[in-house]
């Protein structure tokens, strides 16, 4: 009989446990490297250096497009603002030799594990009428698609140039990610809405990355 009591003693404490929120979020953790720093380059090392590790901890990931190892700083207090388990990250960045602009983009989860690193072409605030009109002149075949923005609250006109329709058609994958990283008119930050365009550019499954950042 002891032993039951004890029991439910115990599950009752839990119970409790569980519905106590604490009112002030844990101190920062001061993060840690989890990756090998002899994979960076002198460069790349050197940058870790000069980061903030109370603010920012940084990741490897591997850039197919790039074909090299990129140190990503990942905000941490952002991370921690996020209530979802997987949180969507966009990486703009530079071929160092080609000068094309494009993006990673990949999942964390809280205690910074990355998964499904993948590189994709970007576009960004092309939408403006003067912008395609402009690509139009320059004889650019464009491919529109419109896509709802939740951040900008309404629906966007996205110019697919030539250049990456080709992509879309050479590629092996089903749906095709593209990251259209614009501002709304309001003049708010930057955001990267994620679009998962099809062959047909019949379906289009959308997601806005949770940080965007900038190399
Ligand atoms: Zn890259
Ligand atoms: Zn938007």
Do not use: W
Request: net charge neutral; with cysteine; proline share 6%.
């Amino acid at each position: 009989m002891i032993i039951v009591n004890e029991k439910k003693n115990s599950n009752q404490i839990e119970k409790e446990d569980e519905l106590f929120i604490p009112p002030i979020p844990p101190p920062n953790k001061k993060s840690q490297i989890q990756f090998d720093e002899t994979e960076l380059s002198k460069e790349q090392l050197e940058s870790v250096k000069q980061l903030d590790l109370n603010k920012y901890h940084p990741i490897l990931v591997k850039c197919e497009q790039c074909n090299k190892n990129k140190v990503i700083p990942i905000p941490i207090k952002k991370v921690q603002n996020i209530d979802s388990r997987e949180i969507l990250i966009a990486y703009l960045h530079q071929n160092k030799e080609t000068h094309e602009i494009h993006c990673i983009i990949f999942e964390i989860d809280h205690q910074f594990n990355v998964y499904f690193p993948k590189a994709t072409d970007v576009l960004m605030n092309l939408s403006s009428l003067n912008d395609a009109e402009k690509l139009e002149k320059a004889n650019y075949k464009i491919r529109t698609i419109f896509v709802l923005c939740d951040i900008c609250r309404k629906t966007l006109q996205i110019q697919v140039p030539e250049k990456i329709q080709k992509r879309i058609k050479e590629s092996h994958l089903p749906k095709i990610p593209l990251c259209y990283i614009h501002t709304d008119e309001k003049g708010n930050e930057p955001h990267c809405l994620v679009v998962f365009i099809d062959k047909n550019y019949g379906d289009r499954n959308r997601r806005l990355a949770d940080i965007l950042i900038f190399e």
